[in-house]
């Protein structure tokens, strides 16, 4: 898969290079800020990958919601701990949800050998 011709790797890289970049010339944002936005991107492309494989998109999802997260507590939101579990709590239930609807079973239920019962004489 490719990403404007490059491996999203690289892509990846070429974010984290500008952010550092940017702060390097004037955006005032500290070092554990600049990981969170770059946790943040990876995450972002963890979905785009996920969702352009079909594969792994619900976990994507949660991770992308706690790298989010994460940054929002680095630029300055006071949630306790109870505030943060709850809504990663209500992220992973809905995603779990949603992916309740996108799986099937591999086989067919009439596929499936039921076992029998054998009279004890």
Avoid: C
């Avoid at 404007?4 to 005032?28: H, T």
Wanted: charged content about 10%; proline content about 4%; glycine content about 8%.
């Amino acid at each position: 898969m490719k990403i404007f011709g490059r491996e999203p790797a690289a892509v990846l890289a070429l974010f984290a290079i500008l952010v550092k970049l940017a702060a390097a010339f004037g955006l005032d944002v500290s070092a554990d800020v600049q990981a969170s936005i770059n946790a943040v991107a990876a995450a972002f492309m963890g979905v785009f990958i996920a969702a352009v494989t079909r594969d792994g998109l619900g976990a994507a999802i949660v991770g992308f919601a706690q790298a989010a997260l994460a940054l929002a507590l680095g630029l300055g939101l006071h949630w306790s701990a109870e505030q943060q579990a709850v809504v990663l709590t209500a992220v992973t239930l809905v995603v779990g949800m949603w992916d309740r609807t996108q799986v099937t079973a591999p086989v067919p239920a009439s596929a499936v050998n039921k076992p029998t019962v054998t009279p004890v004489s």
